[in-house]
Structures are given as structure tokens and as C-alpha cells.
């Protein structure tokens, strides 16, 4: 589990995130979405470190993060693999030799098991053909299973992606949320993924933290938010009339099965009791 405990930062007298506290459950997928320019990279940046926070904890497992110095922070920073916005590929590196840096960086196996490795994680992103290619030679949703393979080399206990699907088709974003979902399940890290798409958000919203101009506005699941009173929320996520049709079709659904009230509240009553014991 990742705790977020009142986290402030500003950039000169621009106050950006304004006391954001909240929970991204351990084995899970957490999503953190808000429209342009609502704090959710420089959030995301200042849970891994690349942003110092002004006030407030980061806290891993328990352990306070922003305390510690950087020899100290290495050894959570080997626990993390990232997907940048805009995959973040070495242009002048093949596609092997992009997912062999974070070995090369923190890993002393021989040369052979670290061969090995990359093949391994290549072959479980689909991409065992493209080895020996460059990025500019390989279509945008390969880059992002490029990125993909380089931050789960290194077994992560923790996945941040920041957009992982913007600028790729509906299916091939289809294709990038079933892997992560997949890897995610399969070797039980704890996802979190900045996004605007609201296919995820239905689809991987295992937990979800709504970020609203510097603050958090909402947090909850993708079962939750199709009940959610929160007009700003609500005008975000269901902003056209398409999606305001998609969310009483999920409601009408869930009405159909006649347990919802009680999974509802048993899951509000949980969100409650996590919330009064962090207190
Ligand atoms: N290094 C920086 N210096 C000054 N201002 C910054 C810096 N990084 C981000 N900001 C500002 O912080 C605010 C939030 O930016 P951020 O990139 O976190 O938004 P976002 O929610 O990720 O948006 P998008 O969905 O477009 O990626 C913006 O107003 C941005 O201009
Ligand atoms: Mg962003």
C-alpha cells in the first residue's frame, strides 16, 4: 500500500497540489484521473521522488519516503518501474538495449541472465521480434510495450504509468490496459496510472482518486462512480451524452442484480473504516 498524507507543492507562488491525502491499495490498479492540467503528473512524480514535496508524507509499505536520503530511497526506487507520459525511450538505444538500462543501472547479474531477462519480459509484452529495432522504427502502441517491458524488468513491487494509452487507437489501448491489468494481477504490484480514458477507468478503476484543480475531490471504485452525487465528478467522467447513456445502462445492470445495495454499502462501509483508521 501506497499512502499519500497531506501532500503540498507549489511551483514559485502557483500552488499546485493543495493537501492531497489518499490510498492506492496494494495489488491493485489505481487510477488517478482529472482533466488537463489537474496535478496528476506532478502528483505521480512527487510519489516516486522525481519532484520534491513541499509538506506531507509519501509512504511505502509504512515507510516515510520523503524522509529518508537518497541511499535510503534507493532501495524503494529499485522496487519501481515507471512508464513516462510519452513512453520516454532512448532514441539512439535498439529496443533491447532500452529495457536492459534499469539492469545495467541496478542489477550486478552476469551479462548472460540479464540477456535473458529482457528476452523473457520482451516475449511477455509480444514484442520478441523487435529486439534488435530502434524506436523510431516501431508503431506508438509497440513503444509504449517497449516502455512497459523496461519497467517491469525489474520484478516491481510498485507500476506507475503516466497516460499510457494517449495517443494510441481505441484497440491498441485496449490492448496496453489488458497487459497491465494482466501484469498487475499476475505478479501482484501495486498499479497506479494517470488517465483520461474513461474505458479504464470503467474497465481497471480497481480504485480511483479524482484530482479537481490541485485537490482531491473524489476517491472510490469504478462501481461507486456510476452512483457518485459529485457534480464535478460526474460532469468529467459522463461529459457527453454517449457516456451519461453508458452510465444508467451500468446502473440499470447493477439494479438487476439484487445484492447491489448491500455490495454497495459493504464497500462504502470499508472505504469508511480504511479512511477512520488512517486517521
Ligand atoms: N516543473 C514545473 N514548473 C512549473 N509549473 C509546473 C511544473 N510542472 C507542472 N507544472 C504546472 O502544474 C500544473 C499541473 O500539471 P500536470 O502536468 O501535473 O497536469 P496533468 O493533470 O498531468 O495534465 P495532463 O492531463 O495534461 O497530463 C500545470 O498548471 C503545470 O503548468
Ligand atoms: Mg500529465
Redesign the pocket.
Known sequence: MIELLNIKKG??D?E?LKDVTATMAAGKINLII??????????MKCIVGLIEVDSGKVLYSGQDFTAMDNHQRKEIRKEIGMLF?GSALFDSMTVEQNVMFPLDMFSSERLRDKKKRVQEVLDRVNLNEAGKKFPAEISGGMKKRVGIARAIVLNPKYLFCD?PNSGLDPQTSLVIDKLIKELTVEYNITTVM?T?DMNTVMESGDHIVY?FE?KKQWEGNNEEIIFSKDKRLNDFIFASEFLQDAKEMRQMEVFKDKNWRDKLKASNDQLDADREEKR
Open positions: 511551483f514559485g502557483k499546485i482529472g482533466s488537463s492540467g489537474s496535478g496528476k503528473t506532478v502528483l507520459q497516460e494517470n483520461h484530482m490541485g
